[in-house]
């Protein structure tokens, strides 16, 4: 099974509108970090946010803010009054806690490509 | 400069050519990862290391793919005899946290095109 699924390989929105980018995720573990990246064309991947498996308030930064949903696995991000500039690839990734090698890697989905319509 | 640093930012090798990717992570930064992500997809997991010690390498899709970090900071990944599978952005990131709650911080990454 994907630990990383994002459903939506292409989302269209109006600037000046909020979207909603969807993941799920799975793991068997107690202790995890969920995170979303945005990569431009350039190619960089730019951290947005993060949620700890242990959080109780759902992360917030700026326009962005993860809509965390433990019992569902959940971790969709919110785009709040897009921009023309938030056209890009989003990805959702996920650090589980109990990584045997020790090496706490990201795991990521296959991301969903956002478009901006001015 | 403050960030992760990787060169070159282009490469094209002819198939069955030697290749070598470098990456220079954050100061101070302990954990370093390579990733190799290929067109319209996300970045897949390919080794990790802790300062010098490669502790995972499981992501390494054979025994042509080679990583080094000899002094715990600049890593190196080399690819032997190149194929045209081989073709993908490598990225480096780098983490201060040693456990699962850190941001990694990534590089531009490296375009390998294998023609």
């Given at each position: 099974a994907q630990k990383i699924t994002q459903t939506q390989p292409g989302m269209f929105v109006q600037e000046k509108e909020a979207v909603t980018l969807d993941c799920t995720y799975d793991t068997s573990d107690q202790s995890y970090g969920l995170f979303w990246y945005k990569q431009p064309s350039s190619g960089e991947m730019i951290f947005l946010i993060y949620q700890g498996s242990y959080d109780e308030q759902n992360a917030t930064e700026g326009r962005y803010s993860l809509n965390f949903q433990k019992a569902r696995k959940s971790a969709n991000l919110v785009i709040s009054a897009?921009?023309?500039?938030?056209s890009a690839m989003y990805f959702c990734a996920m650090r589980e806690g109990n990584s045997g090698a020790g090496s706490y890697q990201l795991t990521f989905g296959k991301g969903t490509k956002l478009s901006v319509i001015p | 400069g403050a960030g992760v640093s990787q060169s070159p930012r282009y490469k094209v090798a002819k198939r069955g050519q030697d290749v070598a990717l470098r990456c220079d992570p954050i100061s101070g930064h302990v954990s370093l990862f390579w990733y190799q992500q290929a067109l319209g997809q996300g970045p897949e997991f390919l080794t990790y290391f802790q300062n010098e010690a490669q502790l995972d390498k499981s992501g390494l899709p054979s025994d042509r793919f080679f990583a080094e970090r000899p002094e715990g900071s600049v890593s190196t990944l080399k690819i032997q005899r190149t194929q045209q599978e081989d073709s993908a952005v490598y990225l480096c990131a780098s983490s201060l946290a040693l456990d699962y709650t850190g941001e990694l911080f990534f590089g531009e990454g490296s375009r390998l095109t294998v023609l």
């Amino acid at each position: 099974a994907q630990k990383i699924t994002q459903t939506q390989p292409g989302m269209f929105v109006q600037e000046k509108e909020a979207v909603t980018l969807d993941c799920t995720y799975d793991t068997s573990d107690q202790s995890y970090g969920l995170f979303w990246y945005k990569q431009p064309s350039s190619g960089e991947m730019i951290f947005l946010i993060y949620q700890g498996s242990y959080d109780e308030q759902n992360a917030t930064e700026g326009r962005y803010s993860l809509n965390f949903q433990k019992a569902r696995k959940s971790a969709n991000l919110v785009i709040s009054a897009s921009q023309l500039g938030d056209s890009a690839m989003y990805f959702c990734a996920m650090r589980e806690g109990n990584s045997g090698a020790g090496s706490y890697q990201l795991t990521f989905g296959k991301g969903t490509k956002l478009s901006v319509i001015p | 400069g403050a960030g992760v640093s990787q060169s070159p930012r282009y490469k094209v090798a002819k198939r069955g050519q030697d290749v070598a990717l470098r990456c220079d992570p954050i100061s101070g930064h302990v954990s370093l990862f390579w990733y190799q992500q290929a067109l319209g997809q996300g970045p897949e997991f390919l080794t990790y290391f802790q300062n010098e010690a490669q502790l995972d390498k499981s992501g390494l899709p054979s025994d042509r793919f080679f990583a080094e970090r000899p002094e715990g900071s600049v890593s190196t990944l080399k690819i032997q005899r190149t194929q045209q599978e081989d073709s993908a952005v490598y990225l480096c990131a780098s983490s201060l946290a040693l456990d699962y709650t850190g941001e990694l911080f990534f590089g531009e990454g490296s375009r390998l095109t294998v023609l």
